[in-house]
C-alpha cells in the first residue's frame, strides 16, 4: 500500500501564493502519474493538475497559469506551487498517486483564500 502524507496548506490572502507538498511513503513500485484534486464544500472533487513520470503536465483551465505541479528527482514527492490565489481557490486539496499498486490518494489539506 502505498502511503501519501500532504503538507502546506493554510490560510492566505488573495494574490498571494502557497506550496503544497505530497510525498508517497513505501519501496517496490512504480508511480506513474501524481496529481491533485481540490473539493470545495457543495461541490464534487475536481482535477486541479497532473504530471506524468516523464514530466508532462495538465491543468484544469481555471488554475492554467497560476499553478505549477513538478515532482522531484526520485520522483516520490509532488509539489503544487500555488500563485496568485483567488477566493474560489479555497478547497480541500488531495494528492492522488497512481501506481503499480493502484490508486492512492492524501487525507487532504485545507487550502482557505480570504482577507
Known amino acids: 500500500q502505498v502511503q501519501l502524507v500532504e503538507s502546506g496548506g493554510g490560510l492566505v490572502q488573495p494574490g498571494g501564493s502557497l506550496t503544497l507538498s505530497c510525498s508517497a511513503s513505501?519501496?517496490?513500485?512504480?508511480?506513474?502519474?501524481m496529481a491533485w484534486y481540490r473539493q470545495a464544500p457543495g461541490t464534487q472533487r475536481e482535477l486541479v493538475a497532473t504530471?506524468?513520470?516523464?514530466?508532462?503536465?495538465n491543468y484544469a483551465e481555471s488554475v492554467k497559469g497560476r499553478f505549477t505541479i513538478s515532482r522531484d528527482r526520485p520522483g516520490n514527492t509532488v509539489l503544487l506551487q500555488m500563485n496568485s490565489l483567488k477566493p474560489e481557490d479555497t478547497a480541500v486539496y488531495y494528492c492522488?498517486?497512481?501506481?503499480?499498486?493502484?490508486?492512492?490518494w492524501g487525507q487532504g489539506t485545507q487550502v482557505t483564500v480570504s482577507t
Open positions: 492522488n498517486v497512481a501506481s503499480g499498486r493502484g490508486i492512492a
Open positions: 504530471i506524468t513520470g516523464s514530466g508532462i503536465t
Open positions: 513505501g519501496s517496490g513500485f512504480s508511480i506513474y502519474v
